[in-house]
């Protein structure tokens, strides 16, 4: 059997070493604190959004993440011309579905890019990733509203569908391609109450993901490896705003050894 510690382990000083660059169309919100994450943890961000030059900087990209949170029309015309041309280059794609299930554009908009772009992975929380199969399903803002043990089945039918990776982030993160199921338990209580976190999640995936060819892989080290950070940051902190430093902080303090030793990852 595969030990996923050891992969983590071999991601994250692949991502050192190679410092792949990671072309991120995300929210105004996230910005600045998904480019200081990447960087922390070794890889190189780049956010840009404009339609004139998203497959130009895609080309020179090892992933591309995109982001829902802050949504316009000219941003969902960028996203799709970028999710295009790394589909053509068999570039990794992940998907943030932010909000999906709030409102009629944000739900459209995820379903458009996952029906027109080869989506590795998709991340989001429980209610996100349930919106994108049933129509009646709803969040409450960017908030999950249900349980990742509510979404399990239906995610692993919809990942089936899709055939993609889904990532759903929680207490204890799941993810599954539709056939392989894995847990992980690494992570904080404080993560829940710093703007971002989800979001960051997404592109330390997308980090993961270009030195990963395994999108299931991928994503279950990359959880792990943010969640230990998390786990670290909280030893050191007892609020949020010293948390969302000592996050940072671990991001780029943890070694590959720590992060053998200390992933909660477990399959089945």
């Not at 996203?79 to 570039?91: C, D, E, I, P």
């Not at 932010?98 to 029906?115: C, E, Q, W």
């Not at 759903?168 to 539709?178: A, R, S």
Request: proline share 4%; charged share 15%.
């Amino acid at each position: 059997m595969v030990d996923l510690s050891e992969i983590a382990a071999r991601n994250l000083s692949a991502v050192r070493e190679k410092k792949p660059l990671i072309h991120n169309i995300t929210n105004f919100v996230v910005m600045n604190t998904t480019a200081n994450a990447l960087l922390a943890m070794g890889a190189s961000p780049v956010m840009a959004h404009a339609p004139n030059e998203v497959e130009e900087m895609v080309s020179f990209a090892g992933a591309l993440v995109l982001n829902i949170g802050t949504l316009t029309d000219q941003w969902v015309e960028s996203m799709l011309k970028a999710g295009a041309k790394a589909t053509a280059l068999h570039k990794p794609v992940i998907l943030d579905p932010v909000g999906s299930g709030a409102t009629a554009l944000r739900t459209d908009a995820a379903k458009t890019l996952i029906d027109r772009t080869r989506i590795s992975v998709i991340r989001g929380n429980a209610s996100e990733v349930l919106s994108l199969q049933r129509d009646d399903t709803k969040t409450k803002g960017v908030d999950s509203i249900h349980s990742v043990e509510d979404a399990a089945g239906a995610a692993r039918e919809l990942a089936s569908q899709l055939n993609t990776t889904l990532a759903i982030t929680g207490p204890i993160d799941l993810v599954t391609d539709g056939n392989q199921v894995i847990r992980v338990a690494n992570g904080h209580p404080l993560m829940g109450y710093v703007t971002g976190t989800g979001c960051t999640a997404t592109a330390v995936i997308g980090a993961f993901l270009a030195v990963d060819p395994n999108p299931v892989s991928a994503a279950a080290t990359a959880l792990a490896y943010f969640g230990l950070a998390g786990e670290t940051a909280g030893e050191g902190a007892d609020a949020p705003g010293s948390f969302m430093v000592k996050l940072l902080d671990a991001l780029y303090t943890i070694t590959p050894q720590q992060l053998l030793a200390g992933s909660k990852i477990e399959t089945g």
